[in-house]
């Protein structure tokens, strides 16, 4: 199997606050995991790349300050909203891949983020 | 720059009622063609991954076919719970593992 979970997969928090989301890839080591963003009612939009043990990569446009994604372990990535606010509210999304020579990404469930 | 585009934006079948959703997409270099079903609220399940023109891949009523420009999901004889957004993404010689996903299609089957 391939399945990658999510927590928490709801999450509120005030405004100015910071909330960490942790994505796990739960029978497999993944070497790249990704975070992506989405709106209702649209498509996924890459936020960032993430290798065990670097750096993030992140997308044009996307803030590596507010957006902090640590891959700490081969099945664990978190990423962090710092300082939110309304307009980071969106459906938080994450995969793992199983690894270089594997194509298929495979997606968590998803965390519903809603910022007062 | 790559691009994926996929149509209708939102199809209404009734059951039984078979069809065609299409992706069509412009890149540099092909690695993989993926199509993924999201349910709402939750995230996209893998479907197929497809790699050459003329491949096609099953799985219950779906069935996915590639060419070198655009790929098909046809989906025969759909039940209510085929009901859901239809993503398709591409994968790309350049873009190292990055998906570039299309706009999805909405799918709705009524009883």
């Known amino acids: 199997g391939a399945v990658v979970s999510q927590h928490p997969s709801r999450v509120i928090c005030k405004s100015g606050t910071s909330v960490k989301i942790e994505c796990r890839s739960l029978?497999?080591?993944?070497?790249?995991m990704f975070w992506y963003r989405q709106f209702p009612k649209k498509s996924l939009m890459l936020m960032a790349t993430s290798n065990e043990g670097s750096k993030a990569t992140y997308e044009q446009g996307v803030e590596k300050d507010k957006f902090l994604i640590n891959h700490a372990s081969l099945t664990l990535s978190t990423l962090t909203v710092t300082s939110a606010h309304p307009e980071d509210s969106s459906f938080y999304i994450c995969s793992a891949t199983k690894g270089l020579l594997y194509n298929e990404q495979f997606f968590g469930p998803g965390t519903r983020l809603t910022v007062l | 720059e790559d691009q994926v585009t996929q149509s209708p934006e939102a199809l209404r079948l009734q059951e039984g009622e078979s069809s065609s959703l299409n992706c069509s997409y412009t890149v540099s270099g092909l690695r993989g063609l993926f199509w993924y079903r999201q349910d709402p609220g939750k995230g996209p399940e893998f479907l197929f991954t497809l790699y050459s023109a003329g491949e096609e891949k099953e799985k219950e009523r779906l069935k996915a076919t590639l060419t070198k420009k655009e790929s098909f999901l046809h989906i025969t004889a759909p039940k209510p719970e085929d009901s859901a957004t239809y993503l398709c993404?591409?994968?790309?010689?350049?873009?190292?593992?990055?998906?570039?996903f299309g706009q999805g299609t909405r799918l709705t089957i009524n009883p």
């Open positions: 029978d497999f080591q993944a070497t790249t």
């Open positions: 993404a591409v994968l790309t010689i350049q873009g190292a593992q990055k998906l570039v």
